[in-house]
DNA sequence: ATGGTTGCTTAGCAA
């Protein structure tokens, strides 16, 4: 079962590309974030008319996340459901055979000790919660998206210049940390130990893609019955190549998992 | 060097 995320940066932008890249890598499951579009423009004939089902929570302008599934997602859960309304479309989850498919966008926090950094760090307050009071680290899960951190050095093109900036500062590593002690493991270092220089995540500006000055910010975390089963992980760089790409590559998960397979 | 690029929406914001 391949499992796969990407932060399209607007799903109407990258529809074309959205539609060869399903083409050619065929994932069961793609969680995408930054819609940028509410669900009626949403391109849902598109998507089916490629085989692919799928569940959006939308937002106009920002945010906005989805799952799409060659299997139908059941039980689609839209937000935290946590009694905060923050207008924010961050989150959405579903059963895909069997598994709990989370598509998450983290806020990305703007400068360090702005609102939105604190907003940023609560919300990983709250994910985690999320996780603790509805879910079980002993349950197949995937949690997939973009967090906006890099979770260590390795992660960084250049840590010592990246220190103390938005997206790889201690509270925010911390955050992320925390996270990750619900029982989860980062496929991709799981699979790719010290592997430098891999990163999912590029800004427009400076050449920074032909330079891979980029940042790993784009996880796809398991709980155990399923890190246990990861066979394969990597970063599409291809993908950021070309014409219009999205600043940030696809990155998927492969496991040993079938729709008859039950825990 | 406070630059540079993209998307949405239409001048300014968020990333």
Redesign the pocket.
């Known amino acids: 079962m391949k499992i796969a995320t990407w932060n399209c940066?607007?799903v109407?932008?990258?529809q074309t590309r959205l539609l060869e890249w399903l083409a050619k890598a065929r994932p069961e499951v793609l969680c995408l974030q930054?819609l940028?579009?509410v669900e009626e423009d949403f391109p849902w004939a598109e998507l089916r008319q490629a085989g692919y089902h799928a569940a959006c929570n939308g937002q106009?302008?920002?945010?906005g996340v989805g799952i799409l599934s060659l299997e139908e997602p059941t039980e689609v859960l839209r937000g935290m459901d946590d009694g905060v309304d923050d207008g924010q479309a961050r989150l959405i989850a579903a059963n895909v055979a069997g598994v709990r498919i989370v598509s998450a966008y983290a806020?990305?926090?703007?400068a360090v000790g702005s609102p939105?950094y604190d907003y940023k760090l609560e919300w990983y307050g709250r994910l985690r919660r999320h996780l603790d009071l509805r879910h079980r680290p002993e349950r197949p899960l995937v949690l997939c998206g973009d967090f906006n951190v890099a979770a260590e050095p390795i992660d960084v093109y250049d840590p010592a210049q990246w220190d103390g900036q938005t997206m790889f500062t201690e509270p925010e590593r911390a955050a992320l940390r925390h996270l990750l002690g619900f029982g989860l493991t980062d496929t991709f270092r799981k699979l790719h130990p010290g592997e430098p220089g891999r990163f999912s995540w590029w800004d427009?500006?400076?050449l920074a893609f032909p330079k891979n000055r980029g940042l790993r910010i784009d996880y796809l975390f398991a709980t155990a019955p399923m890190a246990d089963r990861c066979q394969g992980a990597d970063i599409d760089r291809e993908a950021r190549k070309g014409a219009?790409p999205s600043?940030h590559a696809p990155v998927w998960a492969d496991f040993r998992w079938s729709t008859d397979s039950v825990l």
Do not use: H, I
């Open positions: 940066n607007s109407r932008a990258r930054e940028k579009c106009r302008t920002y945010n806020p990305n926090g703007q939105a427009y500006r400076m219009k600043d």
